[in-house]
């Protein structure tokens, strides 16, 4: 047969790098390792696309010669096989149809044919139909070799070694890499001259060179095949470099450091749905004036390479991709406290070491719990509502790490806030809540303590249990109750978790651990997330940082994150407080545990909030009756192909070869036993359960007598430490009066409101009872009436006198708080249902701002008792007075709060008097009740002498009245009857002495608990006057507002006098703008409720 050969060389310093990449890549995934030969077979397939008239052979038919063109590329390997005797041989198997395949079924199909051979199962059709062939004798060394055609091939390639050029084989390293020299493989093409001519051979040759240093996306494709998330190295010429050169290069090593560190995100792998090479300009060392031949070259480090000053260019790469762009991508250069930066570097950049095995087995047996119990769920409730956690079950694991290390660090309880999405798999499988009861909780059994509340759907309801940790600590878990209002829980575990604090009282240890889970497209939209972040680090609200875990599956119902949020990531908002965000991909769960365990290292470090941003899929729709094609249908079909993360951490495994065949058929096992024992377990438990849990275990309310009046001592007491500052102690010039004045009028009279409220507040400090009051401007008040803390002019420390009243007294929390409405009501309402013996107050600026807190007093305040049986004692204060300052100054919306008012659910009033507003507030602290109570406050009436006042209001025989009588006119005179409540009041006194004078006909009762309504207080106060002709009820607020609608509902019917209402027009706006007509409308007003 004629042959030839043509002969190439070529440099593979390229082949060499990439192929480093490669298989550090496979390393940390799915395992294996890819060859030279491997890189190189599929080059040649490569280059037979754009040369296929070298895939021919020669045949001759009927004794004439035959060019033979194969329908596909039938690869041969040569592969030289050791036999038992000793002798070798060569057998030359195909990979059929190789033209079809991408890098990875190539790469596959290579080792199957390998492995074949060596098993001895090849069959005939294995050596048929090959038209060329590799061969590798460069793997002993040898340069080139011209092997022998076989019958029926075109041609044979065969690969030299790869060495040096021999001039620089005694060259040191340094030299080697300076000059920028490579190790060079020689190409062999021996092929049959009948069908080819040596062009083709040569230029065939040369397509393989070409594809070898990188053209045309070789190894982009060969990346993409693997899944390997960033780009190849690539081809260039050395850059000269003169001396200056080198240091500017220096430099751009540091930026291309710095770039990592701040951007190494973008190009992280953390997409499990969808592979996608990701780059960024600011990652790409082209950007920064480098190359390959840069990759062996020494640099100094900086503070990078920690003990290392200096590292190659390749181990700096190395390290910067595995710590910033694998399956986990850091945000965390926007800190601007260098210590935590450094921190942060210190763990993350680090050679990465595998977790334990005890630590794998664990994650497949949470892996394994977590998808057997939503695989039991969804075929036991096909349909029913349950938000499944398919695609995400890597939570249960990333909670579970969490628990573990908040045991191992003895804190006293992690408490759990979160939305719907797998809830009911936490429950199981982190807090302990039985499969049977979760079951009945499906079957609709309903809590007999409950069948008085309305109940509330089993995705919403909380739970206690004892979590317990590999080595067997244990931690008290909670998941709090939650509406179905996004992120409304937040910022309510935050005030649970510092009401425990506090009870717990351990200073900056901050011993329980709040966690909340969120959903990526509530993170993103809801503002109150944004609120209790900006909680986090106030004195008056910190809990020594929340860990934040956000299911990010990609979606949010039918809506895509491009139409979702304008931000980058969903996490975008938490920058803002400088938390380190943590995104990471959920099909790699050791990823994912070595996230949860720095994150909550973080916390411990700095006491500061923290991200986890798992991503994920949604494996179905919304919930369990939505089809999710019909919006999302790319991505659905992405979804069906995809493997349970369980299958691919078991299969990655074994393919790394961390687990065995066996131990992954044990996991398997496992996996069965978890599915029945949820089956059996549920079977079992049909009878109804003994325990019912709805809620956490929060503290009973412990309750004195209801005697709200206290003693001379302690008005003197609280007297005296309002002139007591402490020495050096310089009050404001302008202050100072008004603390004399205080505390003068506290044992003399008249006593204002503010006054009044101090001396509510300091004597339940002395009766032990924790008092803790947050608002805006709360501390002086914002109509400069409360004084609670004081400033000292010249150094502005603070002093707070209620703080020092008495030895035993309890704590006196008094906050500032910043600009919300909404987090930092929510706050309050769990700080009081966690802490029931403390008086727990909230101030609105002006109570029209309440309305931002909405969520939470329809979710929480006024119904969290009867859908869960959870209660709160919290008490809103809110500034309400219709007194001309327009349409957003005036209205506390009083009907507002009664439309929402049923079951005794909670008390609604609007005391008249500073002395009423003491009563009240003692009582509630003191009572048994522990429900929540809106008042509504004055504003003027702060300070109006007719509203003072005295000492003896609130000493013995002085209690809260409902009704407050009108002791001051004869009964028999009486013919009208005034019922108010509140500023209006004092408007109908002054005018009833002007038109009435000494001898008053007119009546006027002020109504200071509007619900439950005092029905029984107002007929008895009505039979107080024989004679009565008119009853009315006077308002200032519109006819649709204030207490009229309500009361016309449900009080006035039940008098035995028909009630004439006094009111401002309905109206849609609750008060007018300008001053001149507020005041002709209460001219009028007055005198209607006079009859004209
Ligand atoms: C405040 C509020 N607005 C709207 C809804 C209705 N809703 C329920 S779930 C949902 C989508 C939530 O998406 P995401 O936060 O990503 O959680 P996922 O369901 O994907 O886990 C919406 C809009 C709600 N429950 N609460
Ligand atoms: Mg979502």
Same mark, same amino acid.
């Given at each position: 047969m004629p042959t030839a050969t043509s002969v190439r060389s070529l440099p593979v310093k390229l082949l060499f790098d990439n192929r480093i990449v490669i298989n550090n890549h496979l390393k940390r995934a799915r395992g294996g390792k890819v060859s030279f030969t491997h890189l190189i077979g599929y080059a040649l397939v490569r280059a037979l696309k754009d040369v296929p008239d070298m895939n021919v052979g020669y045949e001759e038919v009927d004794g004439k010669p035959n060019l033979v063109r194969p329908a596909h590329v039938n690869l041969g390997l040569a592969i030289d096989m050791a036999k038992d005797d000793g002798s070798r041989q060569l057998l030359v198997p195909a990979i059929k149809a190789a033209e079809q395949m991408d890098f990875a079924q190539f790469w596959t199909a290579y080792e199957d044919v390998v492995r074949r051979a060596r098993d001895n199962k090849l069959q005939i059709s294995d050596f048929q139909g090959i038209s060329i062939s590799l061969t590798n004798p460069g793997t002993i060394g040898t340069n080139h070799s011209v092997p022998r055609l076989m019958n029926g091939q075109g041609a044979i390639i065969g690969v030299g070694s790869m060495e040096y050029p021999p001039e620089f084989q005694g060259a040191s390293a340094e030299t080697i890499s300076r000059n920028a020299i490579s190790k060079l493989l020689t190409l062999t093409s021996t092929y049959d001259h009948r069908v080819i001519q040596g062009a083709l051979s040569g230029e065939f040759l040369r397509r393989m060179h070409q594809l070898l240093l990188g053209e045309d996306g070789f190894y982009d494709d060969v990346f993409a095949a693997l899944r390997i998330p960033y780009e190849p190295i690539r081809w260039a010429a050395d850059i000269s470099a003169t001396h200056d050169d080198e240091v500017s290069k220096q430099a751009r090593i540091l930026e291309l450091i710095h770039a990592y560190r701040v951007r190494g995100h973008m190009m992280a792998d953390t997409d499990p749905l969808e592979y996608r090479q990701r780059s960024h300009p600011d990652l790409e060392v082209e950007t920064h004036g480098l190359t390959l031949w840069d990759l062996d070259r020494e640099f100094a480090t900086g503070e990078f390479g920690g003990q290392r000053r200096f590292m190659k260019m390749r181990s700096i790469l190395g390290i910067l991709r595995d710590s910033y762009c694998r399956t986990t991508g850091i945000e965390y250069m926007h800190i601007q406290d260098p210590e935590q930066r450094r921190w942060i570097q210190e763990r993350v950049e680090q050679p990465h070491q595998k977790p334990p095995r005890e630590e794998q087995l664990r994650i497949l047996l949470k892996l394994n719990q977590a998808e057997a119990f939503e695989t039991f769920l969804q075929t036991k409730f096909v349909g029913q509502k349950r938000f499944s956690l398919e695609g995400g079950e890597t939570t249960v694991p990333l909670i579970d790490e969490i628990c573990e290390a908040a045991a191992e660090a003895e804190l006293d309880e992690v408490t759990i806030g979160m939305a719907h999405r797998g809830r009911l798999n936490v429950l199981a499988n982190i807090v302990g809540k039985s499969y049977g009861q979760i079951f009945r909780e499906f079957e609709g059994n309903i809590d007999p303590r409950t069948v008085q509340g309305s109940g509330d759907v089993k995705y919403h309801l909380g739970a206690e249990g004892e979590f317990t940790a590999e080595d067997g600590d244990t931690i008290k878990v909670s998941v709090a109750a939650n509406p179905s209002h996004l992120e409304a829980v937040d910022p309510v575990l935050e005030g649970i978790a510092r009401a425990k604090q506090d009870v717990l009282n351990q200073g900056e240890k901050f011993p329980v651990l709040p966690v909340l889970v969120h959903g990526d497209a509530a993170f993103a939209g809801q503002g109150v997330v944004a609120e209790t972040l900006n909680l986090s680090q106030l004195r008056g609200y910190r809990t020594?940082?929340?860990?934040?875990?956000?299911?990010?599956?990609? &979606?949010?119902?039918?809506?895509?994150?491009?139409?979702?949020?304008?931000?980058?990531?969903?996490?975008?908002?938490?920058?803002? $407080?400088? *938390?380190?965000?943590?995104? $990471?991909?959920?099909?790699?769960?050791?990823?994912?545990?070595? &996230?949860?365990?720095?994150?909550?290292?973080?916390?411990?470090?700095?006491?500061?909030?923290?991200?986890? #941003?798992?991503?994920?899929?949604?494996?179905r729709g919304h919930n369990e009756g939505d089809d999710p094609s019909y919006t999302q249908p790319l991505m659905y079909d992405l979804i069906e192909q995809k493997r349970s993360v369980r299958k691919l951490y078991t299969e990655s495994l074994i393919g790394r070869g961390d687990i065995t065949l066996e131990e992954a058929e044990e996991v398997l096992k496992n996996y069965q036993q978890q599915l029945e024992r949820v089956f059996t377990e549920v079977r079992e438990a049909t009878s109804a359960p003994s325990e019912w849990t709805t809620v956490p275990d929060y503290p009973e309310k412990v309750h004195d007598e209801d005697d709200t009046a206290i003693s001379q001592e302690t008005l003197k007491r609280i007297a005296d430490a309002y002139v007591s500052a402490p020495d050096g102690f310089t009050v404001h010039p302008?202050?100072?009066?008004?603390?004399?004045?205080?505390?003068?009028?506290?044992?003399?009279?008249?006593?204002?409101? +503010?006054?009044? !409220?101090?001396? *509510?507040? +300091?004597?339940?400090?002395?009766?032990?009872?924790? &008092?803790?009051?947050? +608002?805006? #401007?709360?501390?002086?008040?914002?109509?400069v009436s409360r004084f609670a803390t004081i400033i000292d002019r010249q150094t502005a420390d603070e002093w707070t006198p209620l703080s020092n009243l008495s030895e035993d007294q309890a704590q006196f929390y008094v906050y500032d708080s910043l600009l919300s409405e909404y987090a930092a009501l929510g706050f309050e309402y769990g700080y009081s249902v966690a802490r029931p013996d403390a008086l727990v107050a909230w101030e609105a600026q002006f109570g029209d701002f309440v309305n931002g807190a909405q969520t939470v007093i329809d979710e929480f305040i006024s119904s969290s008792a009867s859908k869960w049986g959870q209660r709160s004692g919290v008490v809103l204060l809110l500034p309400h007075g219709f007194e001309g300052q327009g349409a957003d100054h005036s209205s506390a919306r009083i009907e507002r709060f009664l439309s929402l008012a049923g079951d005794k659910a909670m008390v609604v009033a609007q005391p008249s008097t500073p002395a009423s507003y003491f009563h009240l507030l003692r009582r509630h602290s003191l009572g048994a009740d522990h429900k929540p109570m809106v008042v509504f406050t004055p504003k003027s009436m702060l300070k109006r002498k007719e509203a003072a006042s005295r000492p003896e209001d609130f000493l013995e025989g002085t209690t809260f009245k409902? &009704?407050?009588?009108?002791?001051?006119?004869? !009964?028999?005179?009486?013919?009208?009857?005034?019922?108010?409540?509140?500023?209006?009041?004092?408007?109908?006194?002054?005018?009833?002495?002007?038109?009435?004078?000494d001898e008053p006909v007119t009546a006027i009762s002020r109504v200071e608990q509007l619900y439950p309504e005092p029905v029984e207080e107002l007929q008895a106060e009505l039979a107080r006057f024989p004679n009565l002709r008119h009853v009315r009820w006077v308002q200032d607020e519109p006819a649709n507002n204030g207490p009229a609608p309500h009361f016309r509902l449900n009080v006035f019917p039940e008098l035995d006098h028909e009630v004439e209402v006094v009111s401002r027009p309905a109206s849609s706006s609750p008060a007018v703008g300008t001053h001149s007509r507020h005041v002709e409308e209460q001219k009028k007003l007055v005198a209607a409720a006079f009859g004209g």
């Open positions: 020594g940082g929340t860990v934040h875990v956000i299911v990010n599956n990609q &979606v949010g119902f039918t809506t895509s994150p491009a139409h979702s949020r304008s931000s980058l990531y969903c996490t975008d908002v938490a920058r803002m $407080v400088q *938390a380190p965000i943590f995104h $990471v991909n959920g099909d790699d769960p050791e990823a994912c545990i070595r &996230v949860a365990r720095l994150a909550f290292e973080y916390r411990q470090a700095f006491n500061k909030d923290v991200v986890i #941003d798992l991503v994920c899929y949604r494996r302008k202050v100072l009066p008004q603390l004399q004045r205080r505390s003068a009028a506290i044992t003399e009279g008249p006593i204002d409101w +503010g006054t009044g !409220e101090i001396l *509510a507040l +300091g004597s339940l400090l002395m009766d032990g009872r924790p &008092v803790r009051l947050a +608002g805006q #401007d709360t501390r002086r008040g914002t109509f409902k &009704v407050a009588s009108d002791r001051t006119v004869d !009964e028999e005179k009486v013919t009208t009857l005034l019922l108010c409540s509140g500023r209006v009041t004092w408007d109908l006194m002054v005018e009833r002495g002007k038109r009435e004078g």
